[in-house]
């Protein structure tokens, strides 16, 4: 039988309830006692080496991302292909939903919650407060564009999404005025029957927990002043609210094009792709100095303003790990670098998410105070937490000699650049961590990685030097 490790209060964990639900799937529950510290004995460190939930084993499958074991469960369970299209295009736009629930939503959510579980602090800063409303008028605009996140049916991003926003929303309440949209999809998918048995009670228990460790009247503080309180806390709706729909705005290219700077870690892991399938590519810089990703033409390609964006056809995708996977399963000649068997795919996109969520969350941490808000002072819990990174991918190179298995995949593709970037802030100790020393070394000699890669290298450790002198 299907297992699933998980916690009520997980946002994550509940989006695999919820689509254990959708599917009709037998599956068995298990609670993780983390208070008591379960997750991090050596039983569960097998299954998980970053020690969270959700877990998911099935047969000799073994998943530990959220947004994996979806793609997973739909491909080998769902039975509407709908919910998780095969067409790579229509896939392409589930997926880059699924990142930006990974690495915008879940890690703004993380960016709060962590600080009051782990270390006790009880003050929220305005400055997080202000990133959840950026992620809410981020939904507002996709939302503008489908009806749902990724078109015009629900998908399993809606599903991972929903959670997370769900969580958000306890900490930060809706401006329904400003945020009409995204209230009305909130209140179509909690309506869901497979939403309720799946979400319900786990959401309650973790407004519950948020609640005990913020004082109510410091909530009512953090909500905007024209927004009421609820009891509930969370879904207030509008009468009579409809959700409109219009397709998305599609730019038609005839050759592909990827917008990007050299020194983006995410842009050079596409640049690498595409040397790598040996795609013609039309590479186009985006002048970040003099706001060009802020200008409404780049907007309408990607909401979010950030580099890489990828244009083929009639697609657009502005996730670097979405683009990896599009590109493998529409140019890519060998299967080895992105496999069709669900089991094998499944490990390599708990990677990609572990580099979205992980890697990437932490080298941004420390990235954005430097490059936006001009801090040059690198705090030191995350520069240890970056050592904690050096040491997952360890123990991943430990279990197989790629991120992902025994041969090299979109995975490696995408770590590459940016554990190469955080070694420009942090070095680390050879002896300490040999299987990724040998790992770097293997990767940075390909042909195809120095022609897409090196240059950018080199602009970003420049770039980091004249920050931080």
């Not at 695999?16 to 009709?24: G, K």
């Not at 979806?70 to 939903?97: E, I």
Request: aromatic share 10%; hydrophobic share 40%; charged share 25%.
């Amino acid at each position: 039988m299907v297992m699933l490790y998980k916690l009520d209060a997980s946002p994550p964990a509940r989006a695999c309830m919820v689509a254990c639900e959708l599917f009709n799937i037998p599956v068995q529950l298990i609670n993780v006692d983390m208070p008591s510290g379960e997750h991090k004995k050596p039983e569960y460190l097998k299954k998980n080496p970053l020690h969270t939930v959700p877990v998911l084993e099935d047969d000799n499958v073994i998943i530990h991302d959220s947004h994996a074991i979806l793609m997973y469960l739909a491909d080998v369970y769902g039975k509407q292909d709908s919910v998780y299209p095969k067409d790579p295009k229509q896939r392409a736009r589930v997926n880059q939903m699924l990142f930006f629930d990974s690495s915008v939503l879940f890690q703004r959510l993380r960016n709060i919650t962590y600080p009051l579980y782990v270390e006790g602090i009880t003050d929220i800063p305005e400055k997080n407060l202000l990133a959840i409303d950026e992620a809410y008028g981020y939904i507002e605009e996709f939302l503008s564009r489908s009806k749902y996140l990724a078109g015009d049916n629900i998908t399993i991003a809606d599903v991972s999404a929903f959670t997370t926003v769900g969580a958000l929303v306890v900490i930060r309440d809706l401006d329904t005025k400003k945020y009409p949209k995204l209230q009305a999809w909130l209140k179509e998918i909690e309506s869901l029957p497979y939403i309720q048995k799946g979400n319900t009670k786990g959401a309650k228990e973790f407004e519950t927990f948020v609640k005990s460790k913020l004082e109510r009247d410091a909530l009512r503080k953090w909500r905007p002043q024209n927004v009421a309180s609820t009891e509930s806390g969370v879904f207030r709706t509008r009468p009579n609210q409809k959700v409109t729909s219009k397709e998305n705005d599609i730019v038609l290219c005839l050759m592909v094009k990827l917008y990007k700077i050299n020194a983006s870690p995410p842009a050079r892991s596409c640049m690498v792709a595409c040397e790598l399938f040996n795609i013609p590519v039309q590479l186009v810089d985006v002048d970040f100095a003099s706001g060009e990703n802020r200008k409404p033409e780049y907007l309408k390609k990607n909401p979010l303003h950030t580099v890489p964006v990828l244009e083929d056809d009639n697609v657009v995708i502005h996730d670097s790990h979405a683009i990896l996977m599009y590109l493998a399963d529409v140019y890519g000649k060998q299967e080895s670098y992105y496999p069709k068997d669900p089991k094998q795919r499944a490990r390599v996109n708990q990677i990609l998410f572990f580099n979205s969520s992980v890697l990437f969350g932490t080298l941004r941490n420390i990235s954005y105070p430097l490059f936006v808000d001009g801090i040059t002072d690198v705090p030191e819990k995350n520069l240890l937490a970056i050592d904690e990174a050096y040491g997952y991918i360890e123990e991943f190179l430990s279990r197989s000699k790629y991120l992902a298995g025994d041969n090299i995949t979109i995975a490696d593709i995408s770590a590459f650049p940016m554990i190469g970037g955080l070694i420009a802030i942090r070095q680390f100790d050879a002896k300490k961590y040999p299987k990724l020393q040998a790992w770097l070394k293997e990767i940075e000699s390909l042909p195809y990685v120095q022609k897409g890669n090196a240059k950018g290298a080199q602009e970003y450790e420049q770039f980091l030097k004249s920050k931080l002198g």
